[in-house]
């Protein structure tokens, strides 16, 4: 494999390939049935390779359209059964799959980033990755001072690459549809774009990780890794010996799941108030779980400020959709934007737009199912508010979209799980709004 990018070109060529859309999967079965073949078993054959096309050059072009796969993964509980065989294990596999670069490229960023003596810095260093991230791979090492640590590598022209990737994406966004019926997936494109240059830049990231590490040393909750070095193209931080959160969902103990479910609910909601940031990278391959039974954390290269923890207006949103008080949340909604001007909405699309939120906090735990994320994700999936593109008048303003995607990330990694969590519980803790300015809690940093 050349340290080369591919030429956009070429990319573009083979995602042109693809099925765009259930027409034309529709007209190819139409045919085959004609000369025999089974309609089941054809529609079968047919989403098949088209997951095996789609995600095969998701993961060849890393970068943008590797996260965009990521984020598509976590919603792989939100897919329709009759979709989802298909293309489990091939959304699953871009968690963490991506092809290494050679050792040759690998050593010749850590002389332009650590300096040619960079080999002191280590008592060993690996030159097998043992892991594929979006824009980078990891690297196993022992730092001089004896601790075990993990080395993020950048791609080698991993920042052009990513940004052809996603201008390219956005001329296909429609072929999700095969995947993801309903899911409007520009708007996440735009997001990524939109935070390109931060995440290409590794101090960024150590930045952030610093900061989580700092206000969770010692939590009994949640443990990240410290930082032990960064530049602008490598991170080295601390090793992190952990089951990865992919084999928990997969083969995991109810005890381990329900574990992981709720300290992965609470660490999205908690994270703003405690830390004043978001983690906005909500996939398994982000998340472990501890013998001791804390939840680990890694890859802060997508993270958002948020020095007042989360809006208020989101939870006190959720309180009166609880409270089914349509009248103020209705003016609550055209007031800050989630209403198109001119528009009316109806009790039932707020309803149905919320019900991800607000059915796990209608009792003190709540069991996330797959069936129940296929069921109650069909409205809020379509982050721009398009599925109610045509006579209808809801709209996710662009200053909430990201913390729509990562929450609503959250929960479809907790109908993975198949957990029973708390959400009542810690959303009453952490989030702004939920409850009553006079009932509201100390959420000192612990």
Known sequence: ????????????????SIPLGMAGRAALGFGRRLAGGDKEEIEAQMSARAAEQLF?????????????????????AAIPEEFAEP??????????????????????????????????????????????????????????????????????????????????L???????????????????????????????????????????????????????????????????TEWMSATPLSRIITSGSAEERNRC????????VASPAQVGMLHCDPH????????????????????????????????????????????QLTKLLHDNGFVLPGRTVSDAEIADYL????DPIRADSFHFT??????????????SGTHFRTGRSLNLPAEYLMIFRVLLGSVGICAQLDANAPYMAILTRWLPGFTTPAELPDTEEV
């Open 370 to 383: 797959r069936d129940w994320m296929q069921q109650a994700a069909g409205v809020a999936t379509d982050f």
């Open 261 to 268: 479910g709720a300290l992965l609910a609470e660490f999205h």
């Open 1 to 16: 494999m050349s340290d080369i990018p591919r030429k956009s070109s070429a990319r573009t060529a083979k995602l042109a």
């Open 87 to 168: 293309y489990r294990e091939s959304l699953n596999k871009l968690q963490s799959a991506a092809p290494p670069m050679p050792t040759r490229a690998v050593h010749k960023v850590l002389d332009r980033q650590l300096g040619t003596k960079w080999r002191e810095r280590f008592t060993s260093f690996d030159d097998e990755p043992t892991a594929s991230a979006s824009i980078g791979q990891v690297h196993r090492g022992v730092w001089a001072d004896g601790r075990e640590v993990a080395v993020k590598v950048q791609y080698p022209g991993a920042d052009e690459a990513l940004r052809a990737d996603l201008k390219t």
């Open 56 to 76: 095969s050059v998701l993961g060849e072009l890393k970068g943008g359209a590797m996260k965009l796969g990521q984020a598509l993964s976590v919603m792989e």
């Open 284 to 327: 398994p391959g982000n998340f472990m779980l501890h013998p001791d039974g804390r939840l680990g954390i890694i890859d802060f290269g997508a993270a958002a400020p948020f020095p007042e923890g989360l809006p208020e207006i989101l939870g006190t949103m959720l309180r009166l959709a609880v409270d089914e008080d349509f009248d």
């Open 355 to 358: 019900r991800p939120f607000t």
């Open 170 to 236: 956005a001329r296909f966004a429609g072929m999700f549809a095969t995947v993801m019926p309903g899911v409007d997936v520009k708007p996440v494109i735009d997001e990524f774009n939109a935070r390109t240059e931060e995440e290409l830049d590794y101090r960024i990231e150590a930045a952030n990780q610093r900061k989580f590490a700092e206000i969770f040393d010692g939590d009994d909750r949640f443990v990240v890794p410290k930082v032990v070095a960064s530049a602008p193209k490598v991170v080295v």
